[in-house]
Every structure is written in C-alpha cells, then in structure tokens.
C-alpha cells in the first residue's frame, strides 16, 4: 500500500492510535508497518483473533502482559555471546514469570477462546530456571544465595571491614587522638575506610592521605595499622566480583542454551499484544464483526467514519455484483469526501483484522489494491497545476486497476474545462469499469450525473440536502441525484445578495 492512499484515506493515523494500546515499542512499531492483506482467509482469521480478545474484554478481563520492554533486545544480547547484567537477568525472570501467568490464563479460558489459546498452547515454561533467577537475583542485584562460595566471600569481607571499623574506633575514641579528629566517625573514602583529621595532622599520624575535603581544613586518612586486613578486605571483595561474574556468566548461558524457544515464546507474547492492541481499539470504536468476501463486494449498513466520533452521520451503501461502479453528487460540504474516505478506510481497517464501526450485517470485500485520487495535487516547485497533479495520478491509477482494485476518486474531472473534464472523467471510469475495478466517485459534473444513470453498471448516490432550510444532512441516499447547490455554499461564505441575485440569472438564461 502507497503513502498516498495511507494519508488519504487517514490509515495512517488509525495505525497511530491503535499502536498507543501496545506495551512494549516492538510492538508499537510492528502496528505503525500494518499492511493490509487480501488473502480473504487470512483476513477472516485476523478478524476472528481480534473478536476473541474483544470478548475478554468485554468481560472486564486483562491479559497478564508483564513482559519488559526490552525482552527482544535482551535475548540478542545473549545471541552475540554478551554476558547479561542483574537488571537483565531480572527482566528475564520477569518475563518468564509473565508467560507462565499467559499461558495459564488461556487454559482456563480455552473454550471461550481457542484460537488465542492454540498460541498460548505453544509456550515453553521454564519452572526451574525462573525459580533459580528469583532466589539469584534480588533488587537487581546478585544475592548471597545465588552461590555459597559468593555468600562465603562476602562474609569474609564483610568480617575484615568490621575488625577495620574496629581498629579506627578505637583510634577515634582514644582520649590521646582527641585534638587530632576533625568528626568523630568512620568515612569510607575511594573503597577505604578513613579517619576524618584536622588538616594540620596530617604528618603526625601513621598512615595514606586517601582523600582531603574541598577547602583542604580535613585529610582522610587510611591508617598503618588496617593496612594488612584493607588488602584482605580488597581480596575478598575481588573473589566477590569473580563469583559474582560467574553467577552472571552461567545464567547467561543457560539462557542461550534455550534461546530459540525464549524467543518463540517472545513472538507468541508480542502476536498476542498485537492482537490485544487491535482488539482495543475495536471496542473503543465500538466496532463489529462483519461478513467478508472477496468478490468486490461493499454492503455498508449504518457504517461510521472512526474519526469523526460522535459527529460521524451513519453511512449505509451497496456496491459490487452487477453494479461495480458508484457516482456520488450532492452540495459541496455536503459530505461526500468523508463518504469516499470511510469506504476506503473501512476496508483497509478490515484487511487488518480491525473490527469497524457499523451494522453486523456490513460485509466488506478485500482488494489487491486500494487506490485513491482524494485532495489538491497542486504542485508549485513542479509546476503541476491542480489538474495535472490529478492526471499524474490518475495514470497510476489507471495502469494498476484490475478486477481486485477498489478506486475512490474525489471530484473526477474536474480542474478543466467542464466539457473535457466530464468527457475525460467518463472515458476513464468506462475504462476501469471494464478492466473489473469497483469504482466511488463523486462529481458536480451533468454529463457525469447522466452517463452514471444510464449505464448498467453504475449506480448513483447523492448526499441528502435539506430544501427549506438549504443545509447539507450528510446523508447518502442511494439511487438519487443530487445537484451542487453552488450557490447555497456561496451563501454560507457571505458572498452578497446582489452577486447571488446576479448568479440566478445568468442561471436562468442558461436554462432557457
């Protein structure tokens, strides 16, 4: 699908709003790239996942997605040969825990919910492994109980900082150092338990000068007397460290020996927050499951443009079988753009396996292609003119329709002279009529309104347009015609009575 008929049709920016549902940014990424697919049976299977999610929850239900937003990224660490970091090893534990709660959740829920619990049937669970991640790693950091020989080390530090401790108390409490000590505590200072001096004793105490403060008036100082068990207390803390990357080491490599199916169980995760994603989005746009062809067949029954909320007049229109064509007249701001758009937009939201906004008794057709021709095309650094721009793109239009097409074109011929923009317009709706493409256009355009009526293939719509009060209903009404009402509009922008009056005379003279 082209950029153009994403922004056109407004897909774009249903891609946004459903990618704000997803947890993790795989996700989120992977919603913002939906392409729609005609393959009709995968389309009915993506329409069936997402109605299995939106009836979990409509039951006030939520799926246990736990899962760290950086899993994916995790686990291609681990493939590069990199070892993991307690907060890693942590998110994994997470995220095994999660899989677990997901996969338990669907078992209870498999008849209610069968297809999302075939995936779910797929999960790996790893008991032993996130039970020894649990007792390892504790506040996102390795605990004594991941090894006795760490938990030995680290006693045996913390033994020799004490005896340190010891020894400086004592110097600070002795009655002779008294003068000496500029605060009464023990500070530890670049990994060495100091005594806080008066600077002008610095020289008069056995000991390393670790550190002095800023204005230079205190000196910490590493006395002579700690240094024997200091060098004990910095070899315990390396074997702590060696014991530590080893605990490290050897989860990371448990983790790699079971990769594939840690990522499998990832791609089963992020399908389902995909799904869940979609389902959302459903049921905040109180969308339906629908019939679904492949035949060129649209039925909309009181379908809502997604965009529009509460301000969205509902649409109902057939096309397809006999009639593969459709012209749409009416008032300008009377509608008919939004009538192309939600057509367009429906059935790319369909092709995604979104549930719309209408009637259960809407069916939409998928296509191969969804080509639009919608808005000003005026081009000044090219030199394209409004016409040309629409005669640039018409031509890809045209080159690519076929019988799994579906084109909406905005105002087809216009940006001409009228005779030759209704000509052109009707030679190429001739055209794509007869290489099978279901065609919406809409038109001001006379010759259009007639060439639309007497053609087999085509059926006609107007937008409703309320006489007596010469306002716009945003209706379509099928089978009708319905005419531009130029000078209404003109009106409404308060352009003057007497230019109006004038414009309904030279209208009169014309029909006359």
């Not at 549902?21 to 939906?34: E, G, I, P, Y």
């Not at 939201?349 to 000003?376: C, Q, R, Y």
């Not at 799994?404 to 052109?424: N, Q, W, Y």
């Amino acid at each position: 699908m082209n950029k153009q008929t994403e922004e056109h049709t407004q897909f774009n920016v249903i891609k946004e709003l459903i990618s704000e549902f997803a947890t993790s940014q795989t996700v989120k990424d992977r919603l913002l790239s939906l392409e729609p697919t005609s393959d009709l049976e995968k389309v009915r299977q993506l329409q069936a996942e997402t109605g299995e999610a939106l009836e979990i929850l409509k039951d006030n239900q939520s799926i246990p997605f736990m899962m760290s937003q950086r899993i994916d990224r995790i686990f291609e660490k681990v493939e590069e040969g990199y070892v993991l970091d307690p907060k890693e090893l942590h998110d994994v534990e997470d995220f095994l825990r999660s899989i677990k709660q997901l996969k338990q959740f669907f078992e209870k829920r498999e008849t209610q919910s069968p297809i999302l619990s075939s995936y779910c049937k797929k999960i790996v669970i790893f008991n032993e492994l996130e039970e020894r991640l649990s007792v390892a790693i504790k506040n996102n950091q390795v605990s004594s109980e991941a090894s006795s020989k760490l938990k030995k080390a680290r006693q045996r530090a913390q033994n020799y900082q004490s005896a340190i401790r010891d020894k400086l108390y004592k110097f600070i409490n002795s009655p002779s150092n008294k003068s000496k000590i500029q605060e009464f505590m023990v500070v530890e200072k670049n990994g060495s338990l100091t005594v806080p001096l008066k600077s002008s004793f610095k020289t008069s105490v056995a000991g390393r000068v670790v550190s002095e403060s800023a204005k230079g008036s205190t000196v910490y100082v590493e006395l002579d007397n700690t240094k024997s068990l200091t060098e004990k207390l910095q070899e315990a803390h390396a074997e702590e460290i060696m014991i530590v990357y080893e605990v490290l080491a050897d989860f990371s490599e448990q983790i790699a020996s079971c990769l594939k199916q840690m990522k499998d169980n990832t791609e089963i995760v992020f399908k389902l927050e995909e799904i869940t994603a979609k389902a959302t989005y459903s049921l905040e746009i109180e969308g339906e499951k629908i019939r679904i062809n492949d035949q060129g067949v649209i039925k909309l029954v009181n379908a809502r443009h997604p965009l529009l909320k509460n301000k969205a007049v509902p649409l109902s229109m057939e096309l397809g079988g006999e009639h593969r064509g459709l012209v749409i007249t009416g008032s300008n701001s009377g509608g008919k753009t939004v009538v192309l758009k939600t057509i367009g937009l429906l059935t790319l939201m369909t092709m995604v396996g979104i549930h719309v906004p209408a009637e259960k008794e809407t069916e939409i057709s998928t296509f191969n292609h969804v080509l639009v021709d919608i808005g000003d095309y005026q081009d000044i650094d090219n030199a394209l003119s409004t016409f040309s721009g629409h005669m640039s793109n018409m031509k890809q239009v045209l080159d690519i329709a076929d019988t799994r097409s579906l084109v909406l074109v905005d105002e087809i011929g216009s940006g001409t002279e009228p005779s030759e923009g209704a000509a052109l317009a009707m030679a190429m709706l001739d055209y794509m009529i007869d290489k099978g493409a279901i065609v919406v256009a809409s038109t001001h355009y006379g010759e259009i309104k007639e060439f639309a009526i007497k053609e087999p293939h085509f059926v006609t719509a107007a937008m409703a347009f309320n006489i007596e009060t010469l306002e716009p209903l945003y209706q379509l009404l099928m089978n009708e015609v319905g005419q531009s009402n130029g000078l209404w509009l003109a009106k409404k922008m308060l352009i003057s009575d007497e230019i109006l009056e004038r414009a309904q005379y030279h209208m009169n003279q014309r029909s006359r």
